[in-house]
């Protein structure tokens, strides 16, 4: 429909038109132009144009926006076939063949340490799912056994009834409770799967997760869901991620931090230090004299591959200046002459504050 066609014309109501009013109209036009029941040339390209006019104008959220903004935005996931059964029934949905059936995507969690997700690799899971049985190899058939069309629906997988309603004559049409919807029987089901042509059996799989994956990615395995009915297709593997925590790092983005214990004379007078990387080894960092609680250093390339592409994001070194809670009667003396320095800065000699900072830092081991 073009996007220029007004839905209040197509209707034939007025703006201002009430709900009842726009369903009375559109029940009495889908009547006319369904294109099972109405005989004009353009009924089903007329059929769909005032079912989407109906579709927006009965929400009133979506005909606020139609009168603001003049677009509907489409029928979504409610299709037209939908909208007309609500109003007269299932008889004039369309029937497809009852033929191969797609099997169902599955979904699953699977939980990954940091480290698997920076390098990726391949790991193994186990997929519960419904596979074609073995034995009849789908058909529902138990070997040997004869299969016959169904004398009940002669094949076509659906039976009709005839029923009146407050518009007519109208055919209700279901599934046939015979064969099921196949269109066929058999003589004696499979005694593995008692006819359903599926079993539900443990599948191992090999995933490969890519390097640089995060929490909350998913990754989709092309047919690996559940098998099809006769003879269909199998559906897709749908495996969401979860990172574990990790007791050294954590993630942000590509980046990986890290938080880094030193000492006030470390912070004071700075430092060259070590500080663990994801992959196990070890990376030389500089604490910078005079450095403060919560600083960041940054330690270029150490984090998160970025995921399909080049590079790799870094290591945020975040240092955690811990205030000793117990001191030695040396390291008390110490800390007392730092103080004493503090507290008369017109006295201070820096030469002494530094000595007194080493000392500090050699009376608490080096650290």
């Not at 109405?38 to 059929?47: K, L, T």
């Not at 969401?240 to 000492?263: A, K, N, P, T, W």
């Amino acid at each position: 429909m073009a996007k220029t066609a007004d839905y209040y014309q197509l209707l034939g109501v007025p703006r201002n038109a009430t709900p009842d009013q726009i369903r009375s109209a559109y029940r009495k036009l889908a009547k006319q132009h369904h294109p099972d029941t109405g005989e004009a040339p353009d009924g089903a390209e007329r059929f769909k144009q005032i079912s989407e006019a109906y579709e927006v104008l009965s929400d009133p959220e979506r005909r606020q926006r139609y009168d603001m903004f003049g677009s509907g935005q489409g029928l979504g996931d409610f299709g037209i076939g939908d909208l007309f059964e609500t109003f007269f029934g299932s008889e004039f949905r369309r029937r497809e063949p009852r033929g191969p059936m797609r099997g169902a995507d599955l979904r699953m969690e699977i939980e990954v340490e940091l480290i698997d997700a920076v390098k990726g690799g391949a790991r193994t899971i186990r997929v519960p799912r419904l596979e074609t049985c073995e034995r009849c190899e789908g058909s529902g058939a138990e070997p040997g056994s004869k299969i016959s069309t169904c004398g009940t629906c002669n094949g076509r997988g659906e039976v009709r009834q005839v029923q009146q309603s407050v518009f007519g004559r109208f055919v209700n049409v279901s599934t046939c409770p015979r064969c099921g919807g196949s269109g066929k029987t058999v003589d004696a089901l499979c005694t593995r799967c008692r006819g359903e042509g599926r079993e539900r059996r443990d599948h191992e799989l090999p995933l490969d997760i890519p390097a640089g994956i995060d929490d909350g990615q998913q990754l989709r395995v092309a047919g690996e869901g559940e098998a099809g009915l006769r003879g269909g297709p199998s559906g897709d593997l749908y495996v969401l991620i979860r990172l574990r925590e990790h007791e050294l790092f954590r993630r942000e983005g590509d980046d990986l931090v890290h938080v880094l214990r030193i000492s006030p004379a470390q912070a004071a007078l700075g430092a060259d230090l070590e500080v663990p990387t994801i992959e196990g080894a070890t990376a030389p960092v500089k604490v910078p004299g005079g450095a403060q609680h919560g600083q960041m250093v940054r330690l270029r390339g150490k984090g998160v591959p970025h995921l399909g592409s080049s590079g790799r994001g870094d290591q945020l070194v975040y240092l955690d200046v811990a205030v000793p809670r117990t001191l030695t009667k040396e390291q008390k003396a110490l800390y007392k002459q730092l103080h004493d320095l503090e507290g008369a800065p017109e006295q201070r000699d820096e030469s002494d504050a530094r000595g007194v900072f080493d000392r500090i830092k050699d009376a608490m081991g080096g650290e």
